[in-house]
């Protein structure tokens, strides 16, 4: 409440505490709201130990303080934490999760894909359902789907994040590795042959190679040139 009464008055204002009859009140700050409950003169002290606020100066029970940048960032941190827990039930089922995914490859590729990544919140604003989203966001890192590239500094998400190989695979077509990436180059090297050649023996021999390759022998292939390129 002590941030959001700052927030009300445009820039950082002085918090005079006081104690009446009635008990602590806060004087002169144009943010406050006289309905609201100000803290105790503990509280205030156990802010300043804690770096929250600036203590001006203290009389008996008054004092006079400002929040301090620290205080004003973990303020913020908790409104966010609890936001995040108001949220209603969201669908993690893939169909909802993954044009949040989308969205994050889109952006970063039209971003061109920048190595220091991409700020979530202002891809997030973009979705159809931001707090959805959010929760969806969560579940792609945790998934090894984006990567976080900065600590979320209280936030309910990673505030910095780019595409993992997982994702390429996924949304740009990479190969699994470089075996398999291997095997996609001989069949389309075999589809070349095949098409290319006009003896209908060679042919079916090459077509009933091709087919073992991306049927029942594609296991066999595979392993074969895990061995050989060594991934």
Do not use: C
């Not at 927030?7 to 004087?27: H, K, M, N, S």
Request: no cysteine; proline share 5%; glycine share 8%.
């Amino acid at each position: 409440m002590l941030v959001v009464a700052d927030d009300a008055a445009d820039e950082p204002q002085l918090f005079v505490l006081t104690y009446t009859a009635q008990g602590p009140v806060i004087l002169g700050h144009p943010g406050w709201r006289e309905e609201e409950t100000p803290p105790s003169s503990v509280e205030v002290d156990d802010l300043e130990e804690r770096g929250w606020v600036r203590l001006d100066s203290a009389s008996g029970k008054g004092r006079s303080f400002a929040i301090t940048v620290a205080g004003r960032d973990e303020a913020r941190a908790r409104m966010r934490r609890r936001a995040a827990t108001a949220v209603s039930a969201v669908a993690l089922d893939w169909s909802e999760v993954n044009p949040v995914l989308e969205s994050f490859y889109e952006a970063y590729v039209e971003a061109g894909a920048p190595e220091y990544g991409l700020e979530s919140e202002a891809v997030l604003r973009l979705t159809e359902d931001p707090a959805g989203a959010r929760a969806a966001l969560r579940e792609l890192v945790s998934g090894g789907y984006l990567e976080e590239l900065a600590d979320n500094d209280g936030s309910d998400i990673p505030l910095v994040v780019r595409p993992t190989p997982l994702t390429l695979q996924l949304l740009a077509g990479w190969p699994g590795s470089s075996s398999e990436a291997a095997l996609d180059e001989l069949v389309a090297a075999l589809d070349q042959a095949i098409a290319s050649t006009s003896d209908e023996t060679k042919r079916s021999n090459l077509v009933r190679v091709r087919d073992g390759v991306l049927g029942a022998a594609r296991d066999v292939f595979l392993a074969y040139l895990e061995k050989r390129v060594g991934v």
